[in-house]
Structure formats: structure tokens, C-alpha cells
């Protein structure tokens, strides 16, 4: 028997209600697997159960550009897999008609242990979170119905939606949980860090420094497994004239909540540069010397870093040592989140890419 969920997006202000009737019974499950000594996810799969098909129709989707209004933008096009699925080296995005994006595209990954999306957390589930980028005008501006009339009209769509969810039914509701399977399967934990906590690897010293500095001065925010305790903070950044963004208190409307961003993930940080809700911070050196410098003090400003934070250059050192060490190189370059057909020509296409989910 089908339930009902009711999911708000904070952003546009309107409610969607999903159904949620289950994968085709013919559908080959999937066991998401947490990592050793991880938290449990906060993602409810037993409404959206991964199977190998839906995690399939979700790849297709994502790499789709005719999920746009001119079919120049996929979900893949901000956010790039060589980049931990962020927008490499760009402080905002590229959309439709030579526009930019707001805000610098977040990396894509461990998004089953993320209740709330976006810098601001403006959408309070995965399953809705493509439906903002996809009508946005900067974006991919295009309209929902238009997006479904596309996908009914492509035969291979018809066949991997009955093959996902029993029958060639598409809808709103599929399309997104498609989605949201192939984007949950992206999970980074293979680093060195991870390795080395694991026993399999362990630290040159100022690596073994720098993990040092980390835990005194940067956990509070930055906590291991995810490396973010995704609350919302206000990091001390001037506002930006022309964006004007004001973060968490354009979605709660709290004037406490002003100028505040969800604390984002340092893993994969050195490939996912530039930093910051606006990209304002092109390398890692500029984030630490606002840390130590320019933090801008405000009656929001979170308290540990009102009066900076004391870091030295040896420190830096380190700490940036340290930082290279959550890289994981083996999330960058794992065929199953390349486009369609990628592991058909590439060498890295062996069975040690092929096992991460249990069949």
C-alpha cells in the first residue's frame, strides 16, 4: 500500500507530495553498506530501496543536458566527478542563456547522512532537491512537465523505468528517487585518512602534525567521518554587495540566523576549491589567512572565530598536509559515477570498482 510524504521545498515555498509505492518487484536490490565505524544514515531507504536499475535511471538522468531548457546542462555539468562532483575551479556555475549561479556548487557525496540541501538548507530532502536546480532560471530553467515529456518520448527511458519501478509510468516522483539512488551510491571513504584510521595506512609526519593541529582547532565544525557537523554558521564573511546573500535567514526568516551557511565537508577540499557559499576563496591559504585575519565580526558571527582564530604559518603547513590526506582518489575516479558506458572504456573498469555495494 502506496504512503504519503509531503516534502517542502523551503526556496520556492510550496509543498510536494510523493507517493511512495516501491521499486519493480523484478528490480535486483541493493544494500547500502556504511562504512566502519560510521553513523547510521539519516536517509530512509526503505521508502526509496536502491536498486541496481533505479541507481542505473539515475546515472542516465544525471548526465542527461535535455534535463535543461536548451539541453546544455545536466546535473553533471555543475558538478563534475574529477572535482568530488563540484564545479571545478569556478567560483559559481555557468546556467542557461550565459547566466552564473548563485553560489558555488557544493561537492556531491555522503548524501545519505544529510537531512537538509543546499548552503542554505533550503530543501529538507533528497528526494525534491533536483526539482530547485531544475526550474531555476539561472540554472537549468526549465518546468517540470516539459522535463517529463522529454524523458516519455525516449524509448530507453520507457524500458529503464518499467526495469526501475514495474512499469513505463514517468513521473515526478520516479524521476527524482532515481536520482536520488544513483547520488546516495556516492559514498567517499577511501582516502588515506580513511585507510590510515582503518590500519591499512598510517601518516608521514607532517600529515601525523597536521591531524594533530585538526583535532585541536578545527573539530568543532569539522568532525570526523563527514569532516562537517552540517549546522549553519556565520563564518565571519562580508557580505557580498552584489549577491546579498544572506544565507539561513532568507529560508527561517530569524534575524539570528543571518549570514549563516551549512559548514561544508573538507573531504575531497583540495579538489573542490574555490571556497565558500560564493567561491570567494580561490585556494586553501585564503581561507586559513581569513581565519587568522579577516574574520568579520558581527552579532552572528559564531563565537569561535569572532576574536580569529590563532594560526601560525607552520601551522598551515600542516594542517594543508593534512587536508591532502582526506583526497580520495579512488571515489574521483570509480567508473559507476562516470557517465553511461565509461567503464567500457576505461582499464580502471575491474572488479575492485564493482563491490562496494553488496548485491
Known amino acids: 500500500m502506496a504512503t504519503i510524504c509531503c516534502l517542502m521545498l523551503f526556496l520556492t515555498g510550496y509543498t510536494v ?4 509505492t516501491g521499486p519493480s518487484p523484478k528490480a535486483t536490490p541493493v544494500n547500502f553498506v556504511v562504512p566502519p565505524g560510521w553513523p547510521q544514515p539519516t536517509y530512509n531507504f526503505t521508502q526509496n530501496p536502491l536498486t541496481i536499475q533505479g541507481i542505473a535511471l539515475g546515472r542516465k538522468l544525471f548526465y542527461d543536458g535535455r534535463l535543461s531548457k536548451d539541453g546544455n546542462f545536466s546535473c553533471a555539468a555543475c558538478h563534475q566527478q574529477f572535482a568530488a562532483f563540484a564545479t571545478y575551479d569556478h567560483n559559481v556555475s555557468h546556467g542557461y542563456n550565459n547566466s552564473f549561479t548563485r553560489r558555488n556548487a557544493p561537492g556531491l557525496f555522503n548524501l545519505a547522512w544529510q537531512k537538509e540541501f543546499m548552503w542554505d538548507g533550503g530543501i529538507n530532502h533528497l528526494d525534491v532537491q533536483p526539482l530547485a536546480p531544475l526550474t531555476d532560471t539561472l540554472e537549468m530553467a526549465e518546468n517540470i512537465d516539459t522535463v517529463l515529456n522529454k524523458l516519455r518520448a525516449d524509448t530507453a ?6 526495469a526501475a519501478f514495474g512499469d513505463e509510468k514517468i513521473n515526478t516522483q520516479r524521476m527524482t528517487r532515481a536520482l536520488s539512488q544513483f547520488m546516495l551510491t556516492m559514498v567517499s571513504a577511501n582516502s588515506k585518512y580513511d585507510r590510515v584510521m582503518r590500519g591499512e595506512d598510517s601518516f ?3 600529515q601525523r602534525l597536521g591531524y594533530e593541529i585538526f583535532v ?4 568543532s565544525c569539522h568532525p570526523p567521518p563527514l569532516f562537517t557537523d552540517l549546522t549553519y554558521r556565520n563564518a565571519g564573511l562580508p557580505v557580498d554587495p552584489y549577491l546579498n546573500d544572506m544565507g539561513r535567514m532568507g529560508i ?4 539570528e540566523d543571518s549570514l549563516k551557511f551549512k559548514v561544508p565537508s573538507l573531504r575531497n577540499a583540495m579538489l573542490t576549491f574555490p571556497y565558500g557559499h560564493d567561491g570567494r576563496f580561490y585556494n586553501l591559504m585564503d581561507v586559513f589567512e581569513h581565519y587568522r585575519g579577516g574574520v568579520a565580526a558581527s552579532p552572528t ?3 569561535i572565530l569572532k576574536k580569529n582564530m590563532p594560526l601560525s604559518n607552520f601551522e598551515i603547513g600542516q594542517l594543508k598536509a593534512f587536508i591532502y590526506t582526506l583526497t580520495d582518489s579512488v571515489f574521483l575516479k570509480d567508473p559507476s559515477f562516470s557517465p553511461p558506458g565509461y567503464e567500457n572504456r576505461t582499464p580502471l573498469a575491474s572488479t575492485e570498482h564493482k563491490h562496494k555495494y553488496q548485491y
Request: net charge positive; aromatic share 12%; proline share 4%.
Open 17 to 20: 507530495c510523493l507517493s511512495f
Open 216 to 219: 585541536k582547532k578545527c573539530t
Open 204 to 206: 608521514n609526519l607532517p
Open 252 to 255: 527561517t526568516r530569524r534575524a
Open 301 to 303: 558571527t559564531d563565537a
Open 157 to 162: 527511458y520507457k524500458r529503464m523505468f518499467n
